[in-house]
């Protein structure tokens, strides 16, 4: 399987840190012969540290390309694919993984701007993120072919007291998502949606706002996924057979069942 990533260039937005991250290594693992990476986020030297440890893990058959993009500023993404070199541009796999959550907060608490800060993150990111990718794999021949992958959450699924605009925000992945794949079907391009549920990142601290006494509290008794365990099924829905789409799925810890 890991045949089918031979010659292919994969794009994660996020990869630098957590899920986005690990991605990009389970990515480059398997497949070390012959595979180049975009790595994008605002983080910059973290892109660039996760380039040299590819490089040192699976050596130079991985090309890596690390790359600055603010997800929700849709002027960067708009002149991003011009601005990769040539080489860099036959982009095959779209890992649509940045994303945040800004508190926990009650609906007459929210603060404007963590509402604009999510949404304009997970949502409008995603979808402009989407759009600046989707001329690429549709001038492909046979009706386009290439594959979309989305990091959705548990939480588009399942609502939580004071979780409303992640939730919300993750709701509006999900419908997107599930839009999409109905828009390109009898196409060759796969749409996916992934929704882990808890996982350790660097996320549960931004949710608040750094108090890990507080991350902690919330989390007590569960025992998270790992971000390799999401890797792990990224990467599995991209090498399967091209008829083969695993639409989606929602990989939680068994804790938290
Ligand atoms: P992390 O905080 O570790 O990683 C988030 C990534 O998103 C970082 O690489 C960050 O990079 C990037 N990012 C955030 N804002 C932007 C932006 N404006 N432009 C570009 N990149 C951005 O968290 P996770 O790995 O956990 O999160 C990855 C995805 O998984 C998210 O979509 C999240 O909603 C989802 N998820 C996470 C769960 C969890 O429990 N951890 C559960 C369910 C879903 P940088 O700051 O360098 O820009």
């Not at 937005?13 to 991250?21: D, H, M, N, P, Q």
């Not at 090309?63 to 694919?81: H, Q, T």
Request: hydrophobic letters at 40%.
């Amino acid at each position: 399987a890991s045949q089918r990533l031979a010659g292919k260039t994969i794009l994660i937005t996020g990869a630098s840190s957590g899920i986005g991250r690990s991605t990009a290594l389970e990515f480059a693992r398997t497949s070390p012969n012959d595979l180049r990476l975009v790595l994008t986020a605002r983080r910059v030297d973290a892109l660039r540290d996760l380039a040299d440890q590819i490089r040192n893990e699976v050596g130079q058959g991985v090309k890596v390309l690390p790359v600055k993009l603010d997800v929700s500023n849709a002027d960067e993404i708009r002149g991003f694919v011009a601005c990769l070199p040539e080489e860099w541009r036959d982009i095959h796999v779209l890992v649509n993984n940045a994303g945040l959550v800004k508190g926990v907060a009650r609906a007459p608490d929210i603060d404007e701007q963590d509402m604009d800060v999510v949404f304009s993150t997970n949502v409008t990111g995603l979808i402009n993120m989407t759009q600046a990718i989707l001329p690429i794999f549709q001038g492909r021949p046979g009706g386009g072919q290439g594959d979309i992958i989305n990091v959705g959450s548990i939480a588009g699924r399942e609502a939580y007291p004071g979780g409303s605009i992640y939730c919300a925000s993750k709701a509006a992945v999900r419908s997107f998502t599930d839009t999409l794949r109905k828009e390109l079907i009898a196409t060759r391009i796969r749409v996916i949606e992934i929704d882990p549920g808890q996982v350790e990142t660097e996320f549960s601290l931004v949710r608040f706002y750094g108090d890990k006494a507080k991350a902690d509290a919330v989390y007590a008794g569960v025992e998270p996924l790992t971000p390799d365990d999401i890797a792990e099924a990224i990467v599995f829905t991209a090498t399967r057979r091209e008829n083969v789409v695993i639409a989606d799925t929602l990989i939680y810890p068994n804790h938290q069942a």
